[in-house]
């Protein structure tokens, strides 16, 4: 990895991070460094508590080798994965592992202002059921619908929510967590993180479609998310396709769940959320089935495009929608089978998410960690002899 203090602390925990349990002899081989190097960064990140050892491992020298892992009991980060109707917030350890989490029907049309006071009360009662405090908050990870600029954090929303639009919402969570990280992140981002960090690691170009309320796609190129010059690299949802109707329209007015809504109620039905349409279609109802499975076309057809330019070793189908299972996945399966022979190096494996419903939060959670983590802030701190905070 590229780093400003390529034998510093913070490099040799990344390399932790990614390997839990990584013994001392390994860290020397695969770092390529002295051992009186990899020792002397060890015992700065044990002296401020970063990591721990977690075990021993069989050394050919007859002596058990110690085993290493990042310290989870360090501090706690949070993570808010906020979308169109529906949000959910999850407060992990610092390995990433959610320690609990919460959710509700919120619509963030009213602003942030609504949302963040509602997640502020909301993440206080979480700290205080696991025993936690303020002040143990080391990092937020923080997940949006819309297109982000991920070194300022600033959301650049589409005209229905212009309450969002140009907002530092970095200052909203520092006003309550002054001294903790912050990184924030647009949700089909966060789903390509955790999907590839957890679901597929061994996958190096992956790419993800989010079918919910809204439609997003996630990149991640040469092992790295890919964000483009402004951070809004996979705004699939604004791509211009024939809609059903045989008008040229974005993809998001004819094939999200919003759309799909509209339809539904123009029938009659009372819907409030697309986790009611997708409970619907599960339950057998066939107006629901017939538009998920037009809309998963359609956004199938789009993302052949993306494969094309792209050219992912797997194309995964995630959001809410997903939870639908076959009926999502056999447009998509149908269309690239279709479409094979416009495919030199073939399709690429099409699969639904590997990571459950707490994915958005999973991997707000792992980009605030990222954040917190980054190997040249904590060789800096380590090298000065200052605990990171």
Known sequence: MDAQWPTGSGVLLHKIRRNPGIARARLVQELGWARATVGKRLEELLTCGLIEITGQHESTGGRRAEAFSINPARGVVLAADIGSSHSRLAIADMAGD???????????????????????????FMLERIGRTPREVLAVGIGVPDPVDPTTGIL???????????????????????????????????????ERRLGWPEA?????????????SGLVVRGKLYHGSKGTAGNIGSVLR???????????????????QAQLESYGYNVRTSADIVALANSGDEAAQSLITTAARALAEASLDLVKIVSPEVLIVSG????????????????????????????PEIALARIGRA???RGAALTGLDRYFDADRISALTAHGLPPT
């Open 320 to 347: 809410t929608f997903a939870e639908t299972g076959n009926l999502v996945l056999s447009p998509f399966q149908d269309v690239f089978t279709t479409a094979q022979e416009d495919l030199p190096g073939g399709p």
């Open 98 to 124: 959610i320690l609990i989490d919460d959710e509700a029907d919120i619509l963030i049309d009213s602003g942030p202002e609504e949302f963040f006071e509602w997640a502020e009360q909301v993440f206080a």
């Open 242 to 260: 024939r809609s059903p109707r045989g008008s040229v329209a974005p993809l998001d007015t004819f094939a999200s769940g919003w759309s799909i």
């Open 156 to 194: 650049h929303s589409p005209a229905s929510r212009t309450a969002w639009t140009r907002i530092p919402l970095a200052d909203y969570v520092r006003s309550v967590y002054p001294t903790a990280v912050v990184a924030i992140e647009r949700d089909a981002n966060l789903l390509a993180i955790v």
């Open 204 to 216: 190096t170009n992956l790419a993800l479609v989010k079918f919910s309320s809204g439609l997003g």
């Open 359 to 361: 994915a958005g939060v």
